[in-house]
């Protein structure tokens, strides 16, 4: 069974950071395309940023680039979302996800896995 988990969330005040992991099991973690994915309260889920299975590639939306940086470590099966300057319009539920052969980056049905999520709040 496929799971993936994230951890890390929490409130922090506008300027600071945080960290968000997902760790995948019962997954070849190493050939998948991992995604963060957030949704903030009435909006759609909106694509964050994704890296490719070397972690040679990254992506990132407009909105985070500079501020963000996604990476994975294979050996552990996890891929982290390191968040800086964060901004109360970064308040919502991030989301990892997973898949192989993804084309479309930012689309979320081409991730096959999901995670629960966690809630990431910034104050102002």
């Known amino acids: 069974q496929v799971q993936l988990v994230e951890s890390g969330g929490g409130l922090v005040q506008a300027g600071g950071c945080l960290r968000v992991?997902?760790?995948?099991?019962?997954?070849?973690?190493?050939?998948?395309?991992m995604g963060w994915f957030r949704q903030a309260a009435g909006k759609e889920r909106e694509f964050v940023a994704a890296?490719?299975?070397?972690?040679?590639?990254?992506w990132y939306a407009d909105s985070v680039k500079g501020r963000f940086t996604i990476s994975r470590d294979n050996a552990k099966n996890t891929v982290y979302l390191q968040m800086n300057s964060l901004k109360p319009e970064d308040t919502a539920v991030y989301y990892c996800?997973?898949?192989?052969?993804?084309?479309?980056?930012?689309?979320?049905?081409?991730?096959?896995?999901w995670g629960q999520g966690t809630q990431v709040t910034v104050s102002s």
């Open positions: 890296i490719s299975w070397s972690g040679r590639r990254t």
């Open positions: 996800a997973a898949g192989p052969d993804i084309i479309n980056i930012m689309g979320s049905s081409e991730y096959e896995y």
């Open positions: 992991s997902c760790a995948v099991s019962g997954r070849t973690f190493s050939s998948d395309t």
